[in-house]
Structures are given as C-alpha cells and as structure tokens.
C-alpha cells in the first residue's frame, strides 16, 4: 500500500520561518518534522512507499530524506511543476495507483492508529475514508457533517461562523480509492476539499467518516508549532525526545556548555554544541537549537531558537521564535509571540 503525503504547501501562515526553511522540513526540536509523520506511516506493516507530493524548495527535502533507507521504508518524490492544490497534486501524484491509497497532510501531528482506519475503510468498502477530529473553532478547518451511520453528509471548507453545526473537522487524512481521481482534472489547480468530497458526496458515493478523538494538531500557525513542541515536553503527546521522559525533563546535548552560575529549568531542550552563561536562566519550556548561545544574566522561556542564534546579556526571550543566526542585543525583550526571521539583528536595548 502507498500513502501520499500533501507537502507542497508554501507555509505562508508560518512566515518569515517558512522563507528559508519549507514547512515540511520546519525542526521539531532537532528533527525535521517530516520525520515524526514517516514515523507514524511506518507503523502501519502494510504501508511500503511514502510519496512526496511537494513543489515548494523541493530538492532541500529530497536532500534530507533521500530514498527512504535510513527510516525503513521507501520514499519516492513527485514534484508538480506547478502547484496543483491539494487534489490536483493527489491525481498527480497518484495517476498510476490502482489499489487504496492513504493520503496525509503533511502539516499534521497525530498519534492515530491508521491500521484501525484502513479497517475501517475495508469493512465498509468505502470509496473514501476521512478522518475526523472534534476541536473547538471549525473555522479555520473543513467542517464534517457525518449521518448516525458515520457517513459523510457535508464538507465544507473554512466555514463561516454561521455554517457551525458541528466541532468536528477533517484532520487531513484518508483512504481514497483511486478509481475515484478521474473526477480531478488533469494539470490544474484543484482543492481535495472543496471540489472533491463534495463531489463523492453529491453522487452518493460510499464515504466514511473515522472520528479521532486522541491527539492531533496542524503545526501550520506560530501558535501551534510552540504548541507542539509544548505538548512533546509535557507529555500530552509521546514522542521523541521526551518521550517517557520524568524528573526535571532537562535535555542537554553533551557538547552543551552550561556555566555552573546558570540556571536550567525544565522541561527544556539544548542542542548540540550550545552555550549558557553564568546567571543566565533557560526554562521552562525552552529549545535551544544547536550552537546557539545564550549570553550572562539572559532569560530564555516558553520560546523556540534555531540553529546558531545568540542571545545578548540581560536580555529576554519569552513566547516567542527566534529563526536561524539571529542577534538579539544585550537587554533587548522579545516577547508576546514575535516570530524572527533567519538573520534578523536586534539592536541593544530593542522592545518587540
Ligand atoms: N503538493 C501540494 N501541492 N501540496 C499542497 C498544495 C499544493 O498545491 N497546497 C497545499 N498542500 C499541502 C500543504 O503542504 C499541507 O501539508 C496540506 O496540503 C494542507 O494544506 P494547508 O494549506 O495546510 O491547508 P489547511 O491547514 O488550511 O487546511 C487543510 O488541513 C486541515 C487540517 O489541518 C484542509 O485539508 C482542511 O480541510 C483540514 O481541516
Ligand atoms: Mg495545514
């Protein structure tokens, strides 16, 4: 069985991160995200191919995943020569199949049992399998309308307030049957959500709702990919590097240089190669990514740094995402849910 993977997306609601860094491949800690979705794919014994539906900085990705070996499966890559949307890259990517085929978000965090969904799918040999997930705002999801039976009644796509009838929502995962891909025109721009499941929909097709209640997330907003990160560190959701993680859940790489003066607070996360000074206090709830440098008397929570950034002395971070190589200056406070981009300099005493 293949599963196709939606990671073509542009990540614009993750911008400035997502300008250099493809929101597929945005870190997790220290792992690309991509990583935590393959991990889930891979449990499911049937599963033998992943493919990469992408067309935004595609080669960065194949760079980093390659054919697959290292993560005991197969990945192959289908980049779009333009962006397609979420069905037009589907029919693209999955032309040729024949058997049933899962399709996933590739912004997506959730620790569903796909095995139970392909079940489910065989058992009510379903043309369609979505998953669904309750949460308490629809309106920035595609809302499901399902029957007693758990079929799918109505979808609509980013409803307005006054169309919430429900809090369930599409988490972006299904199993399609491929005979059902002639309805995507070829070579266009088409939306999975608004023309195609209203279409199977339209013409009675067997469409199956699969309700998630467990954890789910989409990482596609600031807010929630330091929710995820979060989550991880707190438990709510199992999964590397904290995964059964107890205690002062304080992870330092060993090339981590922490001055004895300075303090660490849990749950926190210090890459390779990472430097904290004397009075400087880390936590609770920071990552520090690697080589980054967090200057005497600096506070650093709530917040996520990439790769080689520094923190001047005195100065503070707090709810907050600092992009690769940036300066913050010494006394400077970011705060509030600002986002830095890579590279971004903050002068000496800067409020943002
Ligand atoms: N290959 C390809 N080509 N992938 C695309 C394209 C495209 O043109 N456009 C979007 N994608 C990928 C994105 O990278 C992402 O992984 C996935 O498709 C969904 O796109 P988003 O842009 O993240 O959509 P959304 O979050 O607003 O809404 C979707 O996900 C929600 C759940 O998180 C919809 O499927 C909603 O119905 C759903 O509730
Ligand atoms: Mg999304």
Redesign the pocket.
Known sequence: MKAIL????R?TRLRPLTLHTP??IVPIFDRPFLDYQIELLRRVPEIDEVIL???YQPRRIEEMFGDGAGRGLSIRYVV?PV????G??VKY?GDRLTDSVVVF????LTAIDLDAVIRLHRERRATATIVLTPVPDPT???LVETDDLANVRRFI??PDPSEITTNL????IYVLEPETFDRIPRDV?WS??RSYFPSLVEDGSTFVAYVYDGYWI?I?TPEKYLQVHRDIMDGRFEAAPFKGLTGDRILAASTARVDPAARLEGPCFLDEGVTVKAGAHVGPHAIVGRQGRIDEGARVSASILWPNARVGAEATVQDAIVGRSCHVGRSAIVTGGAVLGDRSTLTDFSRL
């Open positions: 939606l990671a073509g997306g990540g929101k597929p539906s992408l067309n779009e962006p397609l949307g979420t037009g890259a990517a978000n590739g912004d997506v920035a999801y595609g796509e980013k929502i599409n988490a972006g721009s999975i959500e989409d596609g």
